[in-house]
Nanobody, 123 residues
Framework: QVQLVESGGGLVQAGGSLGLSCAAS????????VGWFRQGLGKEREFVAA???????YYTDSMKGRFTISRDNAKNTVYLQMNNLKPEDKAVYYC?????????????????WGQGTQVTVSS
């Protein structure tokens, strides 16, 4: 069992930066892949970034160069640094952990989800 808690969301002006954290409790967190997803109002949940247990990273093309995912297994925490934020980045951001087969871009491999943290970007 893994519990996830996101933090770090808030209001920022376009062009600004925010750093999100995903703190995990539970056993063997270092063996899980962790993904960040987001869901805007009235939109489907979409993949943002993921990091494997071996620290390989994956990003949606539109986030490459702006977002950076990292993990500190000693702290059971995964981070998402978001730079040059745009109004269209406004969404609730969720972290998820999983070990399932499949691609990191798919929600289906993640068995554990946090409650989400709101990111709002003003123009």
């Amino acid at each position: 069992q893994v519990q996830l808690v996101e933090s770090g969301g808030g209001l920022v002006q376009a062009g600004g930066s925010l750093g999100l954290s995903c703190a995990a409790s539970g056993r063997a967190f270092s063996s899980y892949a962790v993904g960040w997803f987001r869901q805007g109002l009235g939109k489907e949940r979409e993949f943002v970034a993921a990091i494997s247990w071996s620290h390989d990273t994956y990003y949606t093309d539109s986030m490459k160069g702006r977002f950076t995912i990292s993990r500190d297994n000693a702290k059971n925490t995964v981070y998402l640094q978001m730079n040059n934020l745009k109004p269209e980045d406004k969404a609730v951001y969720y972290c998820a952990a999983g070990q399932g087969p499949g691609t990191y871009y798919s929600t289906s491999i993640y068995g554990y989800w946090g409650q989400g943290t709101q990111v709002t970007v003003s123009s």
